[in-house]
């Protein structure tokens, strides 16, 4: 009758157990969908279309002016002219004819504020393989 009473008891603290274990399951479940939705909405943050490049569609670091008034990143666009002769806007496919390209300081410091901006009231979670 005590071997009995163990093995009952043993099965007991293994399904209190297990049953504590499907809670913490649960419970995990349930932070880690709550942690997907907050990367998500960080994720989606609105970031102003003048900021993005029209030929990359990223977040622009060195942005400049063509001569027919568009901005560029500048990688970009001395990448996408490469070859061409004369050099031409990719929007407007207006010839440069010799003006070189301008820095677009207005534009720079704009996503700088935006990005300092960001920093300050973004929320960082720790990366858990997800």
Same mark, same amino acid.
């Given at each position: 009758?005590?071997?009995?009473?163990?093995?009952?008891?043993?099965?007991?603290?293994?399904?209190?157990?297990? !049953?504590?274990?499907?809670?913490? &399951?649960?419970?995990?479940?349930?932070?880690?969908?709550?942690?997907?939705?907050? $990367?998500? +909405?960080?994720?989606?943050?609105?970031?102003?279309?003048?900021?993005?490049?029209?030929?990359?569609?990223?977040v622009m670091e060195d942005?400049?002016?063509?001569?027919?008034?568009?901005?560029? !990143?500048?990688?970009?666009?001395? &990448?996408?002219?490469e070859g061409r002769d004369?050099?031409?806007?990719?929007?407007? $496919?207006? +010839?440069?004819?010799?003006?070189?390209?301008?820095?677009?300081?207005?534009?720079?410091?704009?996503?700088?504020?935006?990005?300092?901006?960001?920093?300050?009231?973004?929320?960082?979670?720790?990366?858990?393989?997800?």
């Amino acid at each position: 009758q005590e071997d009995a009473v163990r093995t009952a008891a043993h099965q007991l603290a293994i399904a209190e157990d297990q !049953e504590a274990l499907g809670h913490w &399951r649960a419970l995990g479940t349930r932070c880690v969908t709550v942690i997907r939705r907050i $990367r998500s +909405a960080a994720a989606s943050e609105v970031v102003p279309e003048h900021f993005l490049c029209p030929i990359t569609h990223v977040v622009m670091e060195d942005p400049v002016i063509t001569p027919s008034g568009y901005t560029y !990143e500048r990688f970009a666009i001395e &990448r996408w002219n490469e070859g061409r002769d004369p050099p031409e806007d990719p929007f407007t $496919r207006e +010839a440069f004819n010799g003006v070189p390209l301008i820095p677009n300081r207005v534009i720079r410091d704009a996503i700088e504020h935006f990005r300092m901006n960001e920093r300050r009231y973004s929320v960082r979670l720790p990366q858990w393989g997800m």
